[in-house]
């Protein structure tokens, strides 16, 4: 399905709130401190953190979706490193150790703290700029994303990149896409809360990597974690929420628009507030 705007796109599972007119003018909503719950966060058994990786920043494309193998040395694979617990208020780095994506992603691709480290077929990190401005957050890897590695590569993979092709934006050194979940839940069914309490200190750390400048929830499931609240979507969308110091705008999943093309047009106003935000704020190492 073609992205034409302004009219015509579905829910990711949920997602049932009928559209409702954004506001006039955003409004600054902060969120609530956010941190990782206490289960994704456990102390390491061999140390927290890793080693200090010093290699150079930059993009995770697709030459570095393959995930290196477990070192032989270790009986079940090498371990991951694990989170630190993390204090009240603004979040510690859950993995201190680490300063580059690439660095970051080889020491945790290999990940079997839930069961669906035992049921995917490729841990799907992410893609995109280490110093992109914009960061798209989804819920979890599909098929097709199981599959190749990289988020969003299915239809609704396309319509996003359609979607950011409409305000002059494409994946890549301004833009890093990833999801909460790393890992294909069987099925496409819904998250589990302690899929998402294991994998969340992951997104962390690549938010705090990336530094942007503005993050874009795709989809109910994705805002009310980054967010720390149950409202449903359709409250969520048309303010600048903040997580973390970043701005945060929450818009439908493109999933939910294959499936219902109601969602369509307050998407594109979403995009739109998107993109005025992405241009107020101006090119990194420029103005504020």
Partial sequence: MAWVHPAGLS??????EPPQAPPAAPSVTPAAPSAPPASAARPADRGAGGPV????RGAVTKDTFECPPPDPSWPHGAPEPEATIPVPGR??????????????????????????GRTRNKFVFGVGG??????????????????????FVGRAGKLLDQILAAVNLERG?????????????????????EEVEQCEPHLVKQLQLIEPRLIVALGRMAA?????????????????HEY?????????????????PNWKRPTWEDVQEMKRLLDSFGERGGGS
């Fill in 11 to 16: 829910s990711a599972p949920g997602e049932e």
């Fill in 173 to 193: 050194e301004d833009v890093y896409i990833c999801n909460i979940l790393k890992c294909r839940p069987p099925g496409n069914r819904d998250p589990l809360q």
């Fill in 244 to 260: 973390q110091g970043v701005p945060l705008l929450v818009t439908y999943h493109p999933a939910a628009l294959l499936r219902n």
């Fill in 53 to 56: 990786h010093e290699t150079a």
């Fill in 224 to 240: 009310q974690v980054l967010l720390r609240t149950t409202a449903p979507l359709s409250r969520l969308r048309g303010q600048v």
């Fill in 130 to 151: 280490e110093n992109a401005r914009l960061v798209l957050v989804g819920e979890a890897p599909g098929a097709e994303e199981d599959a190749q590695g990289e988020p």
């Fill in 91 to 116: 979040i510690e780095d859950p993995f201190p150790g680490y300063r580059d994506l690439a660095s970051f992603r080889a020491a945790v691709c290999n990940c079997r703290k839930c069961s669906l």
